[in-house]
């Protein structure tokens, strides 16, 4: 087995700021490279796979442990983690430290391990997002069949909530499993969408997630 995951964009300590484990303290692992490319994206630093530094599975956990303790939660996140040449290493190790571990992904390729201490935040584009934005929807159906996963699609307006809706439908995704993410790289961007949105997420039956770490901090590295 490989002891080295690729290239690493940062490690930090932070709260979750998304998704089923909002506001939780969790140890975050960004992974760099990522071709998914979408114009909104917040990390584009983390876009060319050349760059980070490369770090090995002993090295990320002595960090982990002299810098931020017995932490439960580790977040692996990007760029795009499942375009890491590494992550199946990556996340058998990680199951042996954590006791859960949330994986970030625009769900462009299957998921790459199963088991009950992984959770998938699945984030397929909507049209207009993405050049690869079909492609990220072309394994939801392994995605559904984890109980573990949560469909977190980011939204800008209402021609974007329509064509969330449609896609949902048209792939079956219960509403209770989707939870909607304002565009925003500023708090007073995300509470605008948020307004919006939030009477047909109300209507859809639609999770309405808070983006806590934009609330807090912005768009900031390391947060």
Known sequence: MSTAPGRVSEVFYSLQG????????AVFLRLQGCDVGCAWCDTRYTWDPGLGEPLDLPAIERRIAAEFGACPLLVVTGGEPLQHPQL???????????????????????????????????????????????????H???????????????????????ALIGLARRHGIPAERV?????????????????????????????????????????????
Not at 103 to 129: C, D, M, Q, W
Request: a positive charge; aromatic letters at 10%; charged letters at 25%.
């Open 18 to 25: 998304e998704g089923p484990s909002v506001g939780r303290p």
């Open 88 to 138: 199946g290493d990556l996340l058998d190790w990680a199951a042996t430290r954590f006791a859960r571990v949330e994986i970030e992904t625009s769900a462009v390729a299957p998921p790459p391990r199963t088991g009950s201490r992984f959770a998938y935040n699945a984030s397929p584009k909507l049209p207009g997002v993405s050049p690869r934005w079909a492609a990220t929807w072309e």
């Open 140 to 162: 939801v159906s392994a995605y559904l069949a984890l109980p573990e996963t949560t469909f977190k699609v980011v939204v800008r307006d209402l021609p974007d909530f329509t």
């Open 179 to 223: 939870a909607v993410l304002p565009e925003g790289l500023t708090d007073e961007a995300v509470r605008a969408h948020a307004r919006e949105l939030a009477e047909p997420c109300k209507r859809a039956g639609f999770r309405l997630s808070p983006r806590l770490h934009i609330w807090l901090w912005g768009a900031r590295r390391g947060v």
